[in-house]
């Protein structure tokens, strides 16, 4: 198949955001994370939590852990919550319960995380945004955050390891490639949007807070604070947005 016949990727449509971090240096790049991190804990709901959601390998756990570790926040993963309660792994819980009751721990679990009203990064299962209820809470009570990344990407990724029992049905590529169809109405609906899987962790948790703070405390602020970073001997990049 030639690349123009290529069909879209769905979980890679939107378009990127500015990729100024491209040329950041590791040091640069750290002290804008800081810059952006410490924006952000001068948002006005100081206890909101933060909920990554998103598919399977989109690198919810490496992302919240880097994000916590930001802010300086807790890092909690609504599926080790669950394994925790119910004393064995997700698989077991599939596979002597099924699906069905899975999908209730995790209500339950992200229930009673979110009714804590504490800062903390949580990040969820893939498939946990799909319940009315969970969503409207997460929705309601938190910033949710949609991480995205190209099939190949989490291909990649969940391939590393075969904890997943709904990747265990099939193939791997044509079961995330539904999942991604049927799920993106669902997880568009967070407020923030952002592509995982840029390269450099933190290159995902700079366009993660610049977004957040986009949305919290408005385009006109962030775009300022990019003018000013911008070098000025450089001509301006062009939006890609
Ligand atoms: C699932 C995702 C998994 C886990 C379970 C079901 C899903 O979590 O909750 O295997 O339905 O997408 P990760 O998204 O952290 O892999």
Redesign the pocket.
């Known amino acids: 198949m030639s690349m123009a016949q290529k069909k879209p990727n769905i979980t890679n449509e939107v378009k990127p955001a500015r990729r100024k971090s491209l040329s950041m240096s590791d040091a640069q790049l750290r002290n804008a994370v800081k810059d952006a991190a410490a924006k952000f804990l001068t948002r006005p709901d100081t206890n909101q939590p933060i909920v990554l959601i998103g598919?399977?390998?989109v690198g919810?756990?490496a992302v919240g852990k880097r994000l916590a570790q930001v802010l300086k926040l807790r890092f909690i993963d609504s599926?080790q919550e669950i394994e925790k309660a119910a004393g064995m792994k997700?698989s077991e819980i599939f596979e002597k319960f099924g699906e069905e009751y899975f999908r209730d721990r995790?209500r339950a679990v992200i229930a009673r995380l979110l009714n804590e009203r504490a800062s903390r990064v949580i990040?969820t299962?893939?498939?946990a945004f799909l319940n009315d209820e969970t969503r409207k809470l997460i929705l309601d009570q938190s910033l949710a955050v949609w991480l995205r990344a190209p099939i190949d990407v989490l291909v990649e990724r969940t391939g590393r390891r075969d904890t997943?029992?709904?990747l265990q049905a099939g193939n791997p590529r044509d079961i995330l490639s539904n999942?991604a169809k049927i799920r993106e109405k669902f997880y568009r609906q967070a407020s923030v949007h952002c592509n995982s899987g840029l390269g450099r962790l933190d290159r995902t948790v700079l366009s993660l807070l610049t977004r957040a703070n986009r949305s919290i405390f408005g385009e006109n602020e962030a775009k300022q604070r990019r003018r000013r970073w911008r070098p000025k001997s450089k001509k301006p990049e062009t939006e890609q947005k």
């Open positions: 598919l399977m390998g919810k756990t599926d997700v995790e990040a299962g893939g498939g997943r029992p709904l999942l």
